[in-house]
């Protein structure tokens, strides 16, 4: 396992990526395009440092272990849809996505998603570390950051890729909560790309609910499940502050509301 020798410092599998630059006989891998492209500018400012082998070996376990536990309990799962009709609008606009969730629904989120090359922001910890190594088997890439650590690096980064065409997904009310309460990067990301906040929720009809602070549910295998995506929310590029923060109330509301439909979605 090698780390990305930008600011974001994920963890890069050699072997997967093709995302390289070979510098005085050392080679240098990248978790995303963006990373590649400071790199190729700046390769004197940056180091690459490498994780002590306890390290990789927690971070290539976790990642596996949660790789090879979500796609065999998610593949028995009887998947159905609402509003897929809002994303298509938001392609045929010839715009991007940024999904927003709530972090309880990651465990079956991250399998409806997959393969799409969703661009994520993961926390600049051992923890984040371990969650990339398992969704970029799942076909996600991933920038560094949180709301509390280098958050405006990792926004920055997601603005390029999603200016090269690709969707973005945020768990909206983490890494560390409170429970349900949305944070602002999914707007301030939107007003500066063009990209439309596509809000969705995640109901199963049988799982289990751990008690986090996140409320994180498991899908027990063979369950139903829904998953509810809302009308787009589009973010004019010279909205003001109080447009702004109008727009973040009404993302707010409506995670709220398809929350309470996928609740009572089952009765």
Request: glycine share 8%.
């Amino acid at each position: 396992m090698k780390t990305d020798p930008v600011f974001c410092q994920t963890p890069v599998d050699p072997e997967t990526t093709q995302l390289k630059i070979g510098v005085e006989s050392e080679t240098y891998y990248f978790c995303s395009s963006n990373c590649k492209d400071k790199f190729k500018r700046h390769p004197k400012k940056t180091k690459q440092p490498t994780l002590t082998r306890w390290q990789y070996g927690k971070v290539r376990l976790m990642g596996w272990l949660g790789y090879w536990i979500i796609t065999i309990i998610c593949r028995t799962i009887r998947w159905e849809s609402q509003g897929d009709k809002y994303l298509e609008q938001i392609y045929a606009a010839g715009s991007r996505a940024i999904l927003t969730f709530w972090h309880g629904r990651i465990f079956p989120a991250t399998w409806y998603w997959r393969n799409r090359g969703i661009i994520v922001m993961a926390s600049m910890n051992l923890d984040g570390e371990a969650m990339t190594h398992c969704i970029q088997r799942h076909g996600y890439s991933a920038v560094r950051g949180s709301s509390s650590r280098g958050g405006l690096k990792a926004l920055s980064a997601m603005v390029k890729e999603i200016q090269q065409g690709r969707d973005a997904a945020f768990t909206i009310d983490g890494p560390r909560g409170p429970r349900h309460v949305a944070k602002v990067g999914p707007v301030i990301l939107a007003r500066k790309t063009g990209a439309a906040i596509s809000c969705f929720h995640v109901s199963m009809k049988h799982k289990i609910q751990l008690n986090s602070w996140d409320g994180f549910q498991i899908p027990i295998p063979f369950t139903r499940a829904i998953v509810l995506k809302a009308p787009p929310i589009w973010v004019p590029s010279n909205a003001s502050e109080d447009k702004m923060r109008q727009i973040h109330m009404r993302m707010q509301q409506v995670l709220e509301e398809l929350c309470e439909q996928g609740d009572h979605w089952w009765n």
